[in-house]
Nanobody, 127 residues
Framework: QVQLVESGGGLVQPGGSLRLSCAASGRTISTLTLGWFRQAPGKDREFVAAIKRSGGTSYAGDSVKGRFTVSRDNAKNTGYLQMNSLKPEDTAVYYC????????????????????WGQGTQVTVSS
């Protein structure tokens, strides 16, 4: 089992940027798929981005493509979500998660494909 702790959330104005971090412990995540999801009040959990195991390809959800970038630092056993050009509709609790390193691309957007989750960090975009 992997323990995940997100940080970096907060209040930001529209058009601003934030970088979320996801610190992992319990095992190395370099061989795992790392994902980010978000959930706004009254809405379902939504896929944001994912990156396959070390050296793998990254993917972003349609609503954040071109604005958000997922990355990982295997030496620090940490994942990141760089969020630029933030919009009020990006307001949500953001969760990082890990799953099998052999997840196929069609499974990346499905929250049930992942095994371990962090507690989430709140991101609020407002003027």
């Amino acid at each position: 089992q992997v323990q995940l702790v997100e940080s970096g959330g907060g209040l930001v104005q529209p058009g601003g940027s934030l970088r979320l971090s996801c610190a992992a412990s319990g095992r190395t995540i370099s061989t795992l798929t790392l994902g980010w999801f978000r959930q706004a009040p009254g809405k379902d959990r939504e896929f944001v981005a994912a990156i396959k195991r070390s050296g793998g390809t990254s993917y972003a959800g349609d609503s954040v493509k071109g604005r958000f970038t997922v990355s990982r630092d295997n030496a620090k056993n940490t994942g990141y979500l760089q969020m630029n050009s933030l919009k009020p509709e990006d307001t949500a609790v953001y969760y990082c998660t890990v799953g099998s390193g052999s997840l196929i691309t069609s499974s990346l957007r499905d929250a049930s494909s992942y095994d371990d989750w962090g507690q989430g960090t709140q991101v609020t975009v407002s003027s």
